[in-house]
């Protein structure tokens, strides 16, 4: 129980050697009310010290298992970008022959609009 408790240490250090001295003398005479305060003190300080361990406990728990959820995460977004790269290859590639095929098709019907202006007004 020697852990220090709020970084007091000379406040611990003095509680423990009073906590032993009083339950030294439990059973040969009879303890006084400031006694059983300081019995009382030490409890709450043993409670507080050991829900500090078990808070921290599950704070490591939850952390880890963020890290587990981030990593997943980073797992799905990972083939997301490989799926949507090879997605975004192939329309390129199909924007690429539509816009080919168009400037065909506009080239062709520019030819085909000029030369019926010059048949017909020329």
């Given at each position: 129980?020697g852990e220090v408790m709020?970084?007091n240490e000379l406040f611990?250090?003095?509680?423990?050697?009073?906590?032993?001295?009083?339950?030294?003398?439990?059973?040969?005479?009879?303890?006084?009310?400031?006694?059983?305060?300081?019995?009382?003190?030490?409890?709450?300080?043993?409670?507080?010290?050991?829900?500090?361990?078990?808070?921290?406990?599950?704070?490591?728990?939850?952390?880890?298992?963020?890290?587990?959820?981030?990593?997943?995460?980073?797992?799905?977004?990972?083939?997301?970008?490989?799926?949507?790269?090879?997605?975004?290859?192939?329309?390129?590639?199909?924007?690429?022959?539509?816009?080919?095929?168009?400037?065909?098709?506009?080239?062709?019907?520019?030819?085909?609009?000029?030369?019926?202006?010059?048949?017909?007004?020329?």
């Amino acid at each position: 129980m020697g852990e220090v408790m709020f970084g007091n240490e000379l406040f611990d250090h003095w509680l423990n050697q009073k906590s032993l001295e009083i339950l030294g003398k439990v059973e040969k005479e009879k303890i006084s009310t400031e006694d059983m305060l300081i019995l009382s003190l030490k409890a709450q300080t043993n409670y507080f010290h050991h829900m500090d361990q078990e808070f921290r406990g599950e704070f490591k728990k939850i952390t880890q298992n963020f890290e587990q959820i981030d990593q997943r995460f980073l797992h799905i977004e990972e083939k997301f970008d490989k799926k949507f790269v090879g997605i975004e290859e192939k329309f390129d590639k199909k924007f690429d022959r539509l816009t080919n095929v168009m400037m065909w098709q506009g080239g062709i019907l520019a030819t085909l609009i000029t030369g019926i202006y010059f048949k017909l007004f020329l």
